[in-house]
């Protein structure tokens, strides 16, 4: 049954931790609605906290109405047995042969999705283009007090994968890819600012954090059509770029009963997984 919780916090980030800390629930197993934004106020005077709506599922069915219509309960017949069929059930009893229990069905296992390695996509790529991004990330990582490789490979016309390799890269990656997200954006405009040639798309990765979290939104987008498909109900999810809004998109286009669409703006676009009954 989904339930609700309205927390308020200094910002929404600090409301929706308290609201996790008081349900004992990871952030993926909950949706969240923001209500009313932080105001710091003038000088800290007249602020207001954030305010947000926690909407999770507390694993019970939703009650059934009961009807008010009672039945008269069936009069039962006196039952009598002859002796003679009491036997006949007696040797019928003997001869019935014992059930055998089944014995339990060995699950096979289950395949796992392989990740990328850079070994996988062959030699550095060392052209023109893959030289430029290598220099501006140095750069970068340089500001950053990072001592992580820049390894470019290209893996299509016009479009190169770029590895950060070192250790502790989690400040690299930031919060839900946060900081990551940014320095593919960067990169990306570093490189096709004076571009006279075409534009080209850099992906930029850390820890193979991409496909994980590719992963991890598609488990998380069938767990949501399940809660759809079985109460009936819209589930809007957090905001999410344009990249892990396509992931939920593609993961649930041939879900029955389930169709999905984006709200809101930049960069609080969500995406709405809802119950369609005239999708086969």
């Given at each position: ?8 916090g ?42 947000v709506r ?46 055998k ?83 593919q ?6 490189v ?32 949501v ?6 109460y ?5 999810l ?41 999708k086969?």
């Amino acid at each position: 049954m989904i339930k609700y919780i309205d927390v308020s916090g200094k910002t929404e980030d600090e409301a929706i931790q308290l609201a996790l800390s008081k349900l004992s629930m990871d952030r993926d197993d909950v949706s969240v609605e923001i209500l009313e934004r932080a105001k710091s106020g003038f000088l800290g005077i007249g602020g207001t906290p954030a305010t947000v709506r926690v909407s999770y599922d507390d694993g019970m069915p939703e009650p059934k109405e009961e009807k008010k219509t009672e039945e008269k309960p069936p009069v039962k017949k006196p039952v009598t047995y002859q002796p003679e069929i009491l036997q006949k059930k007696e040797v019928r009893a003997k001869e019935k042969p014992e059930r055998k229990e089944k014995e339990p069905r060995e699950k096979e296992p289950r395949e796992e999705r392989r990740s990328v390695k850079p070994a996988e996509l062959g030699e550095e790529c060392r052209d023109e283009k893959s030289e430029q991004i290598r220099t501006f990330l140095k750069g970068l990582l340089e500001h950053m007090d990072s001592e992580a490789e820049v390894r470019v490979y290209q893996t299509e016309k016009d479009r190169y994968k770029v590895y950060l390799d070192g250790d502790k890269l989690g400040a690299l990656i930031g919060r839900r890819g946060e900081t990551l997200d940014a320095i593919q954006q960067l990169t990306n405009y570093s490189v096709n600012r004076s571009s006279d040639k075409g534009r080209v798309r850099v992906q930029v990765d850390a820890e193979n954090y991409r496909e994980k979290r590719e992963q991890s939104l598609e488990r998380l987008a069938q767990k949501v059509a399940g809660k759809v498909t079985k109460y009936r109900r819209n589930v809007t999810l957090e905001p999410m770029n344009a990249y892990e809004r396509h992931v939920i998109h593609t993961a649930l286009q041939d879900t029955k009963y389930v169709t999905t669409f984006s709200i809101g703006t930049e960069p609080n676009r969500r995406v709405v997984v809802s119950y369609d009954r005239t999708k086969q």
